[in-house]
C-alpha cells in the first residue's frame, strides 16, 4: 500500500483529472481527507469546506503531499497535484492505494427512495448463510468487514467516502470477504463517493421524491439522475417494475446493460399485464405483525433459471419487505446464493430498528421504525391499520434539519392519511429551530382531523405518547430508530434512542405501584 509520485500523476491522468502535477520523486504510505487522520508522509486531499487553518496541523503531523482543487488559492509550499475534481481524485487514488479490493469481492450496490437498509440487510443474512460469514456490509446504519466484532463499525453516512469504503473493502478482502452487500445513496453519486466503482449487481428498489433542498439536489430530475448512475455502474440490475417513472428507469437500464442482464420483479397482480414484463413475481400467502409467508413465481425463461419458485418465511412484516426480500433473493442468486440459504436467512433476518416491536398490556403496542419520509411513513401507518385493532394511532416524528426539506410536506400528508395523534418532536434539528421544521409538517395536517401536539423533547415525546397510550393503541416512533445521536448545532449530542426510550417507559409503566 504505497503510491509513487509518477503512479499518482498517471491515474490521475488516465481519468482526466489532473491539471498540473508536480516533481514528486517520494513514496506515499498514507492517505487522508480529515488533518486529524494524518500520519507520516500522507497524501492529503483538500475537498469540501476545507479550513486552510486545517492545513498547518495537517502539515505538522506529517503530510507529505496535497491533492488540491483548481480554486485553492493558500500557499502550500508542498508538492501539488491540482485537479478539477478532489473527490473523483480521492477515489481513483483510493482504490489503486489499496489494490482494488472491489476486484475481489462479489459487490452488491442498493439504492430506492425507501428499504435500502432493509434489504441490505437481507441480502447480508442470506450470503451469510450462502458463503458461511463471508461477507461484508455497508449500510446506513453499520459497516462490517469480518466476523469479529472489532470489524464492526458505526456507520456516519449511507455510502462512505470514498477513501474510507476502499480501507474497509481491502479489510474485508484481508478478513477473506468474498462477498459485501452495500446501499448506495444518490448523494454518493452526486459527490463522487463511488466514482469509478462497478458492481456486480446493481438492486433499484423505487423512487419517489426525497432529499430535494438547497444542499442535496436542486430538483427531483437530479435526484432521479443521480439514482440512475448506478444502472450505468453496475454488471447486472434488478429492478422493481412497480416503481414510479418506470418507464424512465426501464430505459436507461436496457442502455446500460444486454436483456439477460436485466432482472424485473413487481406485486403479482391479478392482471398479468400490469405486471410488467417482471421475471419474477412475489404474493402475500399470511402475515400479521410479526412476520410474513409470501410466495414467489418466475415468469419466462430468464425468471426461471434462477430457480426460486415457492413460498419463504419472512420475520419482518408488510407487502413492502417482501418485494425487498424479492430484489435481495436476485441478487444474491446471482453472485451465488442457494435458495435453501435464503429460506433460512430470511427466517430469521432482524433489521436493528427496522418494525421493532413492543407490547404493554395497559398501553397498547409500540413500533420503532426508521421511516422518514412520505413512502415509507404512508406504509407503515397504513400497515399498522390494516393489521391491528386500533382505537387510536399515535406517531412520534420530526425531521431533519439543513437537508431532506422537502420530505417535511411529506410527512405531514402521510400523518394526515394515517395517524388520529401527531406529537411533532425534534429529529436531527442541526442549525434549524425544530419549531420551525415541525410548523412545515404541521401545515400539510388537518388539525380537524388529526391532533397535533408539539413537544421539542424528543425522550419527553415518546414518554408522553406511551403513557397516553391504551391497550386497543399503538404508538409508532419514527426517524431515529437506534441512533444514539441527535446533531444539534454540528454536534453528535447523546441521545437515549428510541427503542431504549420506549423499553425503560414501558418497564417504569408496568412497575408502577398501584
Not at 31 to 52: C, E, H, Q, R, W
Not at 380 to 385: K, N, P, S
Not at 400 to 429: F, H, M, W
Request: aromatic share 8%; net charge negative; with cysteine.
Amino acid at each position: 500500500m504505497a503510491l509513487t509520485g509518477e503512479q499518482i500523476t498517471n491515474y490521475l491522468a488516465d481519468e482526466s483529472l489532473v491539471l498540473s502535477a508536480p516533481d514528486f520523486e517520494g513514496a506515499i504510505q498514507h492517505l487522508a481527507y480529515n488533518s486529524n487522520d494524518v500520519t507520516a508522509d500522507t497524501l492529503f486531499f483538500i475537498k469540501g469546506n476545507f479550513k486552510p487553518e486545517y492545513l498547518a496541523d495537517a502539515k505538522a503531523k506529517g503530510v507529505t503531499a496535497v491533492i488540491a482543487p483548481v480554486d485553492f488559492t493558500e500557499t502550500l509550499n508542498l508538492p501539488t497535484w491540482v485537479v478539477d475534481d478532489v473527490a473523483a481524485a480521492m477515489s481513483i487514488l483510493s482504490m489503486a492505494f489499496y489494490d482494488r479490493p472491489q476486484d475481489k469481492l462479489a459487490l452488491i450496490g442498493i439504492t430506492g427512495t425507501k428499504g435500502k437498509t432493509s434489504s441490505a440487510y437481507m441480502a447480508y443474512e442470506i450470503l451469510r448463510e450462502a458463503t458461511g460469514d463471508k461477507v461484508a456490509l455497508s449500510s446506513t446504519l453499520a459497516v462490517v468487514t469480518g466476523t469479529d466484532p472489532k470489524f464492526h463499525y458505526r456507520a456516519h453516512l449511507t455510502t462512505p467516502e470514498s477513501l474510507d469504503l476502499f480501507r474497509w473493502m481491502a479489510e474485508a478482502v484481508e478478513n477473506g470477504m468474498t462477498h459485501m452487500v452495500m446501499e448506495v445513496s444518490s448523494q454518493a453519486y452526486k459527490k463522487e463517493r463511488v466514482y469509478g466503482l462497478r458492481y456486480d449487481v446493481g438492486i433499484f428498489l423505487n423512487i419517489s421524491p426525497d432529499h430535494i433542498g438547497p444542499n442535496e439536489h436542486p430538483t427531483f430530475e437530479d435526484y432521479l439522475e443521480c439514482k440512475m448512475e448506478l444502472f450505468d455502474h453496475s454488471d447486472q440490475i434488478v429492478l422493481n417494475a412497480d416503481s414510479d417513472h418506470f418507464g424512465q428507469l426501464i430505459e436507461r437500464a436496457e442502455m446500460a446493460v444486454p436483456k439477460d442482464g436485466l432482472w424485473l420483479y413487481a406485486q403479482e397482480h391479478t392482471d398479468a399485464d400490469e405486471d410488467m414484463g417482471a421475471d419474477m413475481s412475489y404474493r402475500t400467502v399470511r402475515e400479521d405483525l410479526q412476520g410474513s409467508t409470501f410466495a414467489v413465481s418466475a415468469h419466462g425463461q430468464q425468471g426461471q433459471a434462477l430457480e426460486l419458485d415457492g413460498e419463504y418465511d419472512l420475520d419482518m412484516p408488510g407487502d413492502f419487505n417482501q418485494g425487498n426480500a424479492t430484489a435481495a433473493m436476485i441478487a444474491t442468486r446471482l453472485v451465488g446464493a442457494d435458495p435453501e440459504a435464503m429460506r433460512t436467512a430470511l427466517n430469521e433476518v432482524k433489521v436493528p430498528g427496522r418494525m421493532q416491536e413492543l407490547t404493554s398490556a395497559e398501553h397498547g403496542t409500540i413500533y420503532v421504525d426508521y421511516a422518514h419520509n412520505y413512502a415509507s411513513i404512508a406504509a407503515l401507518l397504513q400497515f399498522v391499520r390494516a393489521n391491528e385493532r386500533v382505537d387510536k394511532l399515535a406517531i412520534v416524528v420530526g425531521a431533519p434539519g439543513n437537508k431532506g426539506v422537502s420530505r417535511r410536506p411529506g410527512i405531514g400528508q402521510a400523518i394526515n392519511e394515517g395517524a388520529d395523534v401527531a406529537y411533532l418532536t425534534s429529529d436531527d434539528p442541526q442549525y434549524e429551530n425544530p419549531a420551525d421544521i415541525n410548523a412545515e409538517i404541521a401545515a400539510n395536517i388537518d388539525a380537524d382531523k388529526v391532533q397535533i401536539i408539539e413537544q421539542l423533547d424528543r425522550t419527553k415525546a415518546i414518554t408522553e405518547a406511551i403513557q397516553a397510550s391504551g391497550p386497543n393503541n399503538v404508538v409508532v416512533l419514527a426517524g431515529k430508530g437506534l441512533d444514539e445521536y441527535q446533531k444539534i448545532d454540528g454536534v453528535d449530542t447523546p441521545y437515549e434512542n428510541d427503542w431504549a426510550i420506549a423499553q425503560r417507559v414501558v418497564n417504569e409503566l408496568t412497575n408502577e405501584p398501584e
